[in-house]
């Protein structure tokens, strides 16, 4: 009987800790599923045939590779990127998710895979915008799910009036049709946004709010961040993050000229 009870005991504690063999860990799993956005050209793009494009998703692959896995997408929008993870509808998101206190209560990280910042894009005829300020006031269009409303906010003497959209889609014809002044998010979204608009826009490279943009993970899967963390590192070593840079972004007016391992988040919850 008092072995009986030590085995049952054991058992419980291994469930518990997640011990290996327990399936939950992403180097168990042979196929990886990586939650993309559909919405953004440059980093995730659900083209007409149905097949994912971008940085984010060649990123994803590289990782893939480097872990023996396969991988399939689907696609997250910006409110669908943590509940993906925690509903167990992917295993991992790409999804140009910055690093910020309140999702590592939710989510773990891996990486950073890119740093970059939050920037402000502009209608080209709006030669007079120069900084952050010379927006003071106007109207600034805001995606659900993003926190690059509240970084803005948090600029020193900055005010905005703020106006909704679904996805980034609906902010580019928001600014095209002057219904807002400006959209503000990461750099390289708006890098994106502007390489498939192909004229007329423009970054007014305000560099304010370093952007560490991980990879989303589960709670309570240290091994696999570990192993992340190296296949992000070798990415910059063998000159892979540096193509895929200049792959997606060149002549967008994004500032590629320093391009260097980011100092990773550590790995434990």
Same mark, same amino acid.
């Given at each position: 009987?008092?072995?009986?009870?030590?085995?049952?005991?054991?058992? %419980?504690?291994?469930?518990?800790?997640?011990?290996?063999?327990?399936?939950?860990?992403?180097?168990?799993?042979?196929?990886?599923?990586?939650?993309?956005?559909?919405?953004?050209?440059?980093?995730?793009?659900?083209?007409?045939?149905?097949?994912?494009?971008?940085?984010?998703?060649? %990123?994803?692959?590289?990782?893939?590779?480097?872990?023996?896995?396969?991988?399939?997408?689907?696609?997250?929008?910006?409110? !669908?990127?943590?509940?993906?993870?925690?509903?167990?509808?992917?295993?991992?998101?790409?999804?140009?998710?910055?690093?910020?206190? !309140?999702?590592?209560?939710?989510?773990?990280?891996?990486?950073?895979?890119?740093?970059?910042?939050?920037?402000?894009?502009?209608?080209?005829?709006?030669?007079?915008?120069?900084?952050?300020?010379?927006?003071?006031?106007?109207?600034?269009?805001?995606?659900?799910?993003?926190?690059?409303?509240?970084?803005?906010?948090?600029?020193?003497?900055?005010?905005?009036?703020?106006?909704?959209?679904?996805?980034?889609?609906?902010?580019?014809?928001?600014?095209?049709?002057?219904?807002?002044?400006?959209?503000?998010?990461?750099?390289?979204?708006?890098?994106?946004?502007?390489?498939?608009?192909?004229?007329?826009?423009?970054?007014?490279?305000?560099?304010?709010?370093?952007?560490?943009?991980?990879?989303?993970?589960?709670?309570?899967?240290?091994?696999?961040?570990?192993?992340?963390?190296?296949?992000?590192?070798?990415?910059?070593?063998?000159?892979?993050?540096?193509?895929?840079?200049?792959?997606?972004? !060149?002549?967008?007016?994004?500032?590629?000229?320093?391009?260097? %391992?980011?100092?990773?988040?550590?790995? !434990?919850?």
């Amino acid at each position: 009987m008092r072995r009986l009870l030590v085995l049952v005991s054991m058992a %419980v504690l291994v469930t518990a800790c997640g011990g290996a063999g327990s399936g939950d860990s992403l180097l168990d799993k042979k196929t990886l599923v990586v939650g993309v956005r559909p919405d953004l050209p440059g980093l995730g793009l659900k083209t007409k045939d149905g097949q994912f494009v971008g940085f984010d998703v060649d %990123v994803a692959r590289y990782i893939a590779d480097r872990l023996g896995k396969k991988v399939t997408f689907t696609q997250v929008l910006a409110a !669908d990127r943590i509940p993906s993870l925690l509903e167990h509808k992917t295993d991992m998101v790409l999804a140009t998710l910055s690093v910020t206190p !309140d999702r590592k209560t939710q989510i773990s990280y891996a990486g950073p895979y890119y740093l970059s910042y939050q920037d402000i894009l502009v209608r080209s005829e709006d030669s007079a915008v120069r900084t952050i300020r010379d927006l003071k006031g106007r109207s600034f269009c805001t995606v659900k799910g993003s926190d690059a409303t509240a970084r803005l906010a948090a600029v020193d003497g900055m005010s905005a009036r703020l106006v909704p959209a679904a996805d980034y889609n609906e902010c580019m014809t928001k600014i095209r049709t002057r219904r807002v002044d400006a959209i503000t998010t990461n750099d390289v979204i708006l890098a994106g946004l502007i390489k498939r608009a192909g004229g007329g826009l423009r970054l007014v490279n305000a560099k304010f709010a370093e952007q560490r943009t991980g990879i989303g993970i589960r709670k309570g899967d240290p091994d696999a961040c570990e192993a992340l963390n190296k296949a992000i590192t070798q990415m910059y070593y063998d000159g892979t993050a540096a193509r895929l840079v200049h792959k997606w972004f !060149d002549g967008t007016g994004l500032d590629e000229s320093i391009i260097e %391992v980011p100092q990773l988040e550590g790995c !434990d919850d």
